[in-house]
């Protein structure tokens, strides 16, 4: 996994919105978590999660 440090100070509701909407693009199984500290987004983490279907058996 791979922290990408982006300045979110300053910006606008607009620009954290599509911040977010980055985070959701394709997401199939999984999480967005944003954390806000004194009212400000400070970080918006991406969790998926990849569901593997098991082989056929070959006899």
């Not at 791979?2 to 980055?22: C, F, K, M, P």
């Amino acid at each position: 996994m791979s922290a990408t440090l982006r300045n979110l100070e300053g910006q606008d509701e607009a620009s954290i919105l599509r911040e977010i909407h980055s985070a959701l693009n394709g997401l199939k199984f999984g999480s967005v978590e944003i954390t806000v500290h004194n009212g400000q987004v400070v970080q918006i983490e991406r969790k998926e999660k990849f569901r593997l279907q098991p082989t056929g058996k070959t006899a």
